[in-house]
């Protein structure tokens, strides 16, 4: 298995349909998929996610930089192979399935059209079908499937081809919440059991977190930070990050330049109260996450602006001394207008 490489890859519509002020869709995007990798592309709209799926499939050729699936070169700014020449294979969040054929007949139609018939192509239907938990239903039409299991044979469909790399633009954007979580599980056995590269677009950050084995985030065309699910939680860099992955308050406080990015709660206590009084450094922007603040007895005086149940727990909207917002988890209820001390336990210096 070879690694897909993404190297200085942009897209430029021309001047005249370019996203605002003439920049390119897609700018200057460099990474290298681990073999077998699940990479989800995050960001907001118009970032240029789908543009970049698009051109690894094949559908769009790159205006400058390269894209490359081990040794083989698949697109540059001079030509691209041709999407079927690729050995990939792309869902799509409206499935685009066959209404007039069976679940089997839309499984096995991409071998149809490779001239794979009879015993091989009964084998390799019911191998796709029952990966995806679908044998039962391969003599229905779609019209009759509810919106997961039509999914499920969209995923069928692209697995039976055994493709080196699955391109998947926000496959599960026309399920209800309930349904993507259902899935969700369903793409990650898909993706053990494949072995395939998977290229996975979507702007719920949530999912993008539980399925992929790296993240990379998008804005404005360009890759800010990729890295385990875990890593960009932990270490996420700049504002945009942050503020797109998990949930959390970014606060402004006074920080001595060039510290520990990871900071405790000395220093952040000491950068809390220094703002009642001369700030001891320029304001840096410093992530907090709710799990982070606890009441403890040696914090700072913060009040309660709401408390939502939310099931396993309430989620607090707090106010610093100084007015910033920050979000915190509570396993009790704490009335809302009550002043309490919270410590800080973590903050990331973004
Ligand atoms: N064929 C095209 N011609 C001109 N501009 C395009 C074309 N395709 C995309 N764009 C522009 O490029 C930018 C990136 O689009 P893209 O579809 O890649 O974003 P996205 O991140 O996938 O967004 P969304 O999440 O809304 O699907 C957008 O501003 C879009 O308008």
């Given at each position: 298995?070879?690694?897909?490489i993404l190297n200085?890859?942009s897209?430029?519509?021309g001047?005249g349909?370019?996203?605002?002020?003439g920049?390119?869709?897609?700018?200057?995007v460099?990474?290298t998929?681990?073999?077998q990798?699940f990479?989800a592309?995050l960001?907001p709209?118009?970032?240029?996610?789908?543009?970049?799926l698009?051109m690894?499939a094949g559908f769009?050729q790159?205006?400058?930089g390269?894209?490359s699936y081990?040794?083989r070169?698949?697109s540059?700014?001079?030509g691209a192979?041709p999407?079927e020449?690729?050995?990939?294979a792309m869902?799509f969040q409206s499935?685009?399935?066959?209404?007039?054929?069976?679940?089997a007949?839309?499984?096995?139609?991409?071998?149809?059209?490779?001239?794979?018939s009879?015993a091989?192509w009964q084998k390799?239907?019911?191998e796709?079908?029952s990966?995806?938990k679908l044998?039962?239903?391969?003599?229905r039409?779609?019209?009759?499937?509810?919106g997961?299991?039509?999914q499920?044979?969209a995923?069928a469909r692209?697995?039976v081809?055994?493709?080196?790399?699955v391109l998947l633009?926000e496959?599960?954007a026309?399920?209800?919440?309930?349904?993507r979580?259902?899935?969700?599980e369903?793409f990650?056995?898909?993706?053990e059991r494949s072995g395939?590269?998977m290229v996975?677009v979507t702007?719920?950050q949530a999912?993008?977190m539980?399925?992929?084995t790296d993240?990379a985030v998008?804005?404005e065309?360009r890759l800010?930070q990729?890295?385990?699910?875990?890593?960009?939680?932990a270490?996420?860099?700049?504002?945009?990050?942050?503020?797109l992955?998990?949930?959390?308050?970014?606060?402004r406080l006074?920080?001595?330049?060039?510290?520990d990015?990871q900071?405790?709660?000395?220093?952040?206590r000491?950068s809390?109260?220094?703002?009642?009084g001369?700030?001891?450094?320029?304001?840096?922007?410093?992530?907090?996450?709710?799990?982070?603040?606890?009441?403890?007895?040696?914090?700072v005086l913060?009040r309660v602006?709401?408390?939502?149940?939310?099931?396993e727990r309430?989620?607090?909207d707090?106010a610093?001394?100084d007015?910033?917002?920050?979000?915190?988890?509570?396993?009790?209820?704490?009335?809302e207008?009550?002043?309490?001390p919270f410590v800080?336990?973590?903050?990331?210096r973004?």
């Amino acid at each position: 298995m070879a690694q897909l490489i993404l190297n200085h890859l942009s897209k430029d519509f021309g001047s005249g349909k370019s996203p605002g002020n003439g920049r390119p869709a897609v700018a200057d995007v460099s990474l290298t998929l681990r073999r077998q990798g699940f990479l989800a592309l995050l960001g907001p709209s118009g970032c240029g996610k789908t543009t970049v799926l698009r051109m690894i499939a094949g559908f769009e050729q790159p205006s400058d930089g390269s894209i490359s699936y081990g040794e083989r070169r698949l697109s540059d700014a001079g030509g691209a192979l041709p999407p079927e020449k690729r050995n990939m294979a792309m869902v799509f969040q409206s499935y685009a399935l066959w209404p007039h054929m069976t679940v089997a007949q839309n499984v096995g139609y991409p071998l149809k059209v490779r001239g794979i018939s009879g015993a091989q192509w009964q084998k390799r239907v019911g191998e796709a079908l029952s990966l995806v938990k679908l044998t039962e239903l391969a003599e229905r039409r779609p019209a009759a499937l509810s919106g997961g299991q039509r999914q499920r044979v969209a995923l069928a469909r692209c697995l039976v081809t055994q493709p080196d790399v699955v391109l998947l633009d926000e496959p599960l954007a026309n399920l209800d919440q309930h349904l993507r979580k259902a899935m969700e599980e369903t793409f990650r056995t898909f993706h053990e059991r494949s072995g395939a590269t998977m290229v996975y677009v979507t702007h719920d950050q949530a999912e993008a977190m539980a399925l992929a084995t790296d993240v990379a985030v998008m804005s404005e065309g360009r890759l800010l930070q990729v890295a385990p699910p875990a890593e960009i939680y932990a270490r996420p860099e700049g504002r945009v990050v942050g503020g797109l992955i998990g949930r959390g308050s970014i606060l402004r406080l006074p920080l001595a330049e060039n510290g520990d990015r990871q900071l405790g709660w000395p220093v952040l206590r000491a950068s809390l109260g220094s703002r009642d009084g001369v700030p001891v450094g320029p304001l840096a922007d410093v992530l907090v996450r709710p799990e982070h603040v606890h009441r403890g007895t040696d914090g700072v005086l913060m009040r309660v602006l709401s408390s939502v149940f939310e099931g396993e727990r309430f989620a607090l909207d707090l106010a610093l001394p100084d007015g910033q917002r920050l979000k915190a988890f509570s396993s009790v209820a704490i009335a809302e207008g009550q002043t309490a001390p919270f410590v800080i336990a973590g903050g990331w210096r973004l």
